[in-house]
Nanobody, 120 residues
Framework: QVHIVESGGGLVQPGGSLRLSCSVS??????????MNWYREAPGKERDLVAT????????YYDATVKGRFTISRDTTKNMVYLQMNSLKPEDTAVYYC???????????WGQGTQVSVSS
């Protein structure tokens, strides 16, 4: 059983910052074998990929809407993934989900999500 828990969401004013954290645990789970992704889902919209970090941490990807504002990182010693979000905009309001993806075995795990609201 793999457990993914997101934290760090909340209400912030436009232009502000938040840091989301994602904790991954599970018997036999090898964190270094999984690419880690952050997705978000706004009301009435599909769940979209926001950022990805490869299993080794050497490669990152960002959606064009967040590039230059968000930074994804991982700490292999703690089985943690982070999403630093700066210069937040109202359109960043969504539930943010952490996802662990093994591209070889196609295993795929999700957290419950954390709400981020950007409003004045």
């Amino acid at each position: 059983q793999v457990h993914i828990v997101e934290s760090g969401g909340g209400l912030v004013q436009p232009g502000g910052s938040l840091r989301l954290s994602c904790s991954v645990s599970g018997f036999g789970f090898t964190f270094s074998r999984y690419a880690m992704n952050w997705y978000r889902e706004a009301p009435g919209k599909e769940r979209d990929l926001v950022a990805t970090i490869s299993s080794t941490g050497s490669t990152t990807y960002y959606d064009a809407t967040v590039k230059g504002r968000f930074t994804i990182s991982r700490d292999t010693t703690k089985n943690m993934v982070y999403l630093q979000m700066n210069s937040l905009k109202p359109e960043d309001t969504a539930v943010y989900y952490c996802n662990a993806e093994n591209r070889e075995t196609r295993e795929d795990y999700w957290g419950q999500g954390t709400q981020v609201s950007v409003s004045s």
